[in-house]
Antibody
């Protein structure tokens, strides 16, 4: 059973960089895509981006200028950096494994089958 | 970017059937996935590829998708089904991004 665990500071100052790591256990990080998703308090889910174990990435256009996702296969970990944070970035941050398949139109469609427990990051001075 | 619309809340009596909708432009041409999130917990995948259930998800959970509406149906609703439910699609347009609906709070009366 794959398990994911987020780790990192729970408090970040405005204008600084938020950094989180997701550690994968119970399976290899190889051959899969991995994603970050966030949820502001009392609000819905927002996809941040994904990374393939080989290092290729794709980000939410609304966050693309501030987001970097990286992977360390030797440690079975992947990480998130979000720069120039503001109070609007306060949220529970989840890491998740991504599954995909080709739908009837021939397009890849992705979904999230395993999730970490989430970690609350508050942006405040 | 692609927009998914869910009703904020749905209420149902125990033992009855709950239907949670997810609206989007020609959503029937996309694959829809559904997640259940209980308070203080991470989301759990309950339906993928419109109507497939991951192992461990009860048969009471089913999904359909046609036209401009996808539907998550929960039969014989139990108190433990009370949760927020989110639909999700992959927008394969130029943005190529994951999109979630705003979520629906299911209340078991």
């Amino acid at each position: 059973q794959v398990q994911l665990q987020e780790s990192g500071p729970g408090l970040v100052k405005p204008s600084e960089t938020l950094s989180l790591t997701c550690t994968v256990s119970g399976g290899s990080i190889s051959s899969y895509y991995w994603s970050w998703i966030r949820q502001p308090p009392g609000k819905g889910l927002e996809w941040i981006g994904y990374i393939y174990y080989s290092g290729s990435t794709n980000y939410n256009p609304s966050l693309k200028s501030r987001v970097t996702i990286s992977v360390d296969t030797s440690k079975n970990q992947f990480s998130l950096k979000l720069s120039s944070v503001t109070a609007a970035d306060t949220a529970v941050y989840y890491c998740a494994r991504v599954e995909y398949y080709y739908d009837s139109s021939g397009y890849r469609t992705y979904y999230f089958d395993y999730w970490g427990q989430g970690t609350l990051v508050t942006v405040s001075s | 970017s692609y927009v998914l619309t869910q009703p904020p809340s749905v209420s149902v009596a125990p033992g009855k059937t709950a239907r949670i909708t997810c609206g989007g432009n020609n959503i029937g041409s996309k694959s829809v996935h559904w997640y259940q999130q209980k308070p203080g917990q991470a989301p759990v995948l309950v339906i993928y590829y419109d109507s497939d259930r991951p192992s461990g998800i009860p048969e009471r959970f089913s999904g359909s998708n046609s036209g401009n509406t996808a539907t998550l149906t929960i039969s014989r609703v139990e108190a433990g089904d009370e949760a927020d439910y989110y639909c999700q699609v992959w927008d394969s347009s130029s943005d190529h991004q994951g999109v979630f609906g705003g979520g629906t709070k299911l209340t078991v009366l």
